[in-house]
């Protein structure tokens, strides 16, 4: 899906809920969906996904926070590829 990032290396301090990956991505289009990986006590597994309802708008988000620190992490972002 054109539209659906995946984002890893996330730094649990800056990006600790869903909510906070909707901030951290929101500034580049409507988001359709978000979801952060989480352990059952709550804290993240340090990666996440979120779905633009726009491509092109995943796109500019990839190419703009793909290799950007933030909080104290360098975060890797892609195309979210379905598991066969």
Do not use: W
């Not at 539209?3 to 929101?26: E, H, R, V």
């Not at 597994?45 to 633009?52: C, E, N, S």
Request: aromatic share 14%; charged share 20%.
């Amino acid at each position: 899906d054109p539209s659906n990032l995946y984002i890893k290396n996330l730094d649990d301090c800056y990006i600790a809920t869903t909510m906070d990956l909707k901030l951290a991505f929101g500034h580049y289009g409507q988001i359709a969906s978000a979801f952060l990986a989480t352990y059952p006590n709550g804290t993240s597994k340090g990666f996440g996904f979120v779905a633009f309802v726009n491509p092109t708008d995943a796109v500019i988000a990839k190419e703009q926070l793909d290799g950007v620190i933030l909080g104290r992490k360098r975060v890797f972002v892609t195309f979210a590829e379905r598991k066969e």
